[in-house]
């Protein structure tokens, strides 16, 4: 049998969502259902039949999950053991002294994944240049494994002073937890990262042995799952670049998937700009748990080499390239209280299991959810289609009494200042990600999506003044499709101290050369017919003297070309964008060389739907329902429309919703919403 179904999946925190698409027709078929946090195979499993396709017919599948970033955020890994360089155990906690609240007297630091008695020291040393200067004491190292070994631990770590010179000590004492004790996970650091900082490639490697147990059993459920389901195709993830690796590629570098969901909904939302000519866009994912941000400036998604799990104050670094996303606790399911006469909005969430107060499952807290159920935003009958009938007075109850009623206010002032802090929360997110980076977030376009992100993107575009907001096609399954349409990738970094005056061009090409030899065997390694490979250079760069370097991206024909200049001035324009002033006098030298190999996959398409006229057809209309309106501030009684019979050129003027099988568009008074050819809503803002 032809085998033409390529299957992406999505699991998330509350739902899990699936895409299926069929490379001989151009069917898009669509899933979605409440994720099964006991087993998160049965999720998977129900949405694929929902989307109306099986496993046996599928050749490909692309898989996405939350398992390796709630894992370090819930603290629910694996008992870890830490090698390292004799004097140097205490790295992990030490970190970087940092103290963002200084003020603070009830501040705590990071809490490191490995408790200090599980963390070994080992004599051997390397030099800064990898030359050997202590040698290895094995002897010593089965000692330290041995006794970690009968502490129960399940993993190991090994990191060893400039290892990313000379990975040889690390690799020797691999082989040794191997042959010794086979059932232990063992990661070294080397293979995770070849950049320096001593700091924060320990804490990547103890991330990576940490969530290591727990991702490699996952995956090999998945996979028995995929087998006996009949599956005979490729089974690829999605890593925190957006780009897919194999099953298992991803069950060693488990620490790579960290943001595997959301970094898809940043390459569905680049291939969205692509699609209708933007070159500069904010994506905006509002899921059931949490609320993610990501950028394309200048047509390309803004990367990062690290990123701090668990936010800035208290957070571990994690060094390995990702897209650069930031992340609040603020969905659809985050628990709204009254906390010492104050209103708090998440970060708990209610998840899949109880859900929000209105699932009827069981779940007592309020949510955002019972919030915009209560102020009529959500249609009770019609959620997911109507597959979930919400209880309206069930949300009303809760809110009244969690909420409202310890706070002194009615019902919906409740509700409108949970979405008012809902919304004051993730405008602050998408600052960061755009204001850190030296970009002003009103010179976007917001693209939202997720199956709570139509409902408040109107809301987060005035907070930041962003004039349009975009909302795909099938936004609850946005990040699905993104897998549909990502590359096969690998990318890597070497650390690499060099002026750029005395920087050989020679000696760059042949590192960037040998990582792009490793990255097109992986490619080709991975069974997957591409229509070709790329390649995309960058490299770290800063002023002589600085501590940290920016990320600079080089053409290759600035290397054919040898331009030393034309290197200087786009590291002088990337500092000048970041920082807000550049030293053209002044010398820089590179610190780390980047290279990114891409294998590019055939990719589905929406096909144009029907045009129409600016009225909408009559057939769109289902009726008007009274929904509050805090800039109003009053209930405004508001039509609705159904997004599928919705024509291209339609036209809608606010207030009104638009709603669809797995999520709503809400439109605010003044703002005017227009279909595209391809049938994604325009939404052009009232600006005050």
């Known amino acids: ?190 293979e995770l990262s070849q950049e320096y900082r001593e700091f924060e490639r320990t804490s990547t490697a103890a991330a990576n042995a940490y969530v290591g147990p727990r991702v490699r059993g996952y995956l090999g459920e998945m996979g028995e799952h995929l087998e006996a389901a009949g599956f005979a195709g490729d089974f690829l993830i999605v890593q925190s670049t957006g780009g897919l690796f194999g099953v298992e590629e991803a069950q060693s570098a488990c620490i790579r998937m960290l943001e595997s969901g959301p970094a898809a909904g940043v390459i569905g939302t680049k291939a969205l700009c692509d699609r209708i000519g933007l070159k500069n866009a904010i994506a905006f994912d509002m899921g059931g748990t949490t609320a993610k941000a990501g950028v394309i400036h200048d047509a390309s998604v803004l990367m990062t080499g690290s990123a701090l799990i668990g936010g800035y104050a208290t957070g571990l670094p994690v060094q390995i390239p990702m897209i650069d996303i930031q992340e609040v606790g603020t969905g659809g399911g985050s628990i709204a209280r009254a906390e010492m006469g104050a209103l708090t909005v998440g970060p708990e969430s209610a998840g899949a299991q109880p859900g929000p107060v209105c699932y009827g499952l069981g779940g007592a807290d309020p949510t955002i959810t019972d919030a915009n159920l209560v102020l009529g935003r959500l249609g009770a009958d019609r959620f997911l289609g109507g597959e979930i009938k919400l209880d309206v007075h069930g949300a009303r109850r809760a809110l009244a009494t969690r909420v409202a009623d310890p706070l002194g206010l009615d019902v919906t002032a409740a509700a409108d200042g949970i979405l008012r802090i809902a919304t004051t929360k993730m405008s602050h997110m998408v600052r960061w990600v755009t204001t850190e980076r030296g970009l002003d977030a009103a010179d976007f376009t917001l693209v939202a999506y997720g199956g709570a992100g139509p409902l408040h993107a109107a809301m987060v575009a005035r907070e930041l003044r962003i004039a349009k907001v975009v909302i795909p096609r099938a936004p609850g399954h946005f990040s699905a499709y993104g897998m549909l349409v990502a590359e096969l990738r690998r990318d890597f970094v070497k650390t690499w101290f060099m002026p750029l005056a005395d920087a050989s061009f020679a000696a760059m090409e042949a590192i960037y050369a040998e990582m792009e ?106 009726g008007a329902r009274p929904v509050y309106f805090a800039e109003a501030g009053s209930w405004v009684d508001t039509p609705s429309y159904d997004r599928a019979v919705l024509l291209a050129e339609n036209r809608i003027t606010g207030p009104a919703l638009v709603e669809e099988y797995a999520s709503t568009t809400v439109v605010h008074p003044g703002d005017v919403v227009t279909v595209d050819g391809f049938g994604d809503l325009v939404i052009e803002v009232l600006r005050s």
Request: charged letters at 25%; one cysteine or more.
């Open 517 to 622: 030899r490793i990255g097109r065997e992986a490619v080709r390694r991975s069974e997957v017919s591409v229509a070709g490979i790329a390649v995309e250079r960058s490299a770290d760069m800063r002023y002589v003297g600085q501590e940290h370097a920016v990320t600079v991206e080089l053409p290759l024909e600035l290397f054919q070309a040898e331009d030393r200049d034309a290197i200087k001035a786009r590291f002088d324009a990337v500092h000048a964008r970041r920082y807000g002033y550049s030293a053209p006098d002044e010398r820089a030298e590179i610190v780390s060389l980047r290279s990114a190999v891409t294998g590019s996959l055939r990719k589905p398409v929406f096909e144009p739907i029907a045009a129409g006229s600016a009225t909408p057809p009559a057939a769109a209309f289902r």
């Open 1 to 190: 049998m032809d085998l033409a179904i390529r299957l992406a999946a999505d699991v998330g925190g509350t739902f899990t969502d699936v895409a299926a698409f069929d490379e001989t027709t151009g069917e898009l078929r669509l899933g979605k259902t409440l994720t099964t946090p006991s087993r998160l195979v049965t999720g998977v499993e129900a949405a694929v039949t929902k989307a109306g396709t099986q496993f046996s017919s599928a050749r490909l599948f692309l898989h996405g999950t939350t398992v390796a970033i709630n894992t370090i955020l819930e603290r629910t890994g694996a008992a870890c053991a830490l090698l390292t360089t004799q004097g140097f155990r205490d790295i992990y906690e030490i970190g970087r002294v940092n103290r963002p609240e200084s003020y603070n007297l009830f501040f705590r630091r990071h809490q490191p994944l490995i408790e200090r008695d599980l963390r070994y020291e080992v004599r051997e040393r390397m030099d800064a240049h990898g030359k050997v200067l202590i040698a290895l004491d094995e002897e010593q190292v089965r000692a330290a494994v041995s006794d970690a070994a009968s502490q129960g631990v399940q993993a190991i770590a090994i990191l060893f002073l400039h290892s990313y010179r000379n990975p040889a000590h690390e690799q020797r004492v691999k082989e040794i937890i191997e042959e010794t004790h086979a059932h232990l996970f063992v990661t070294a650091s080397h």
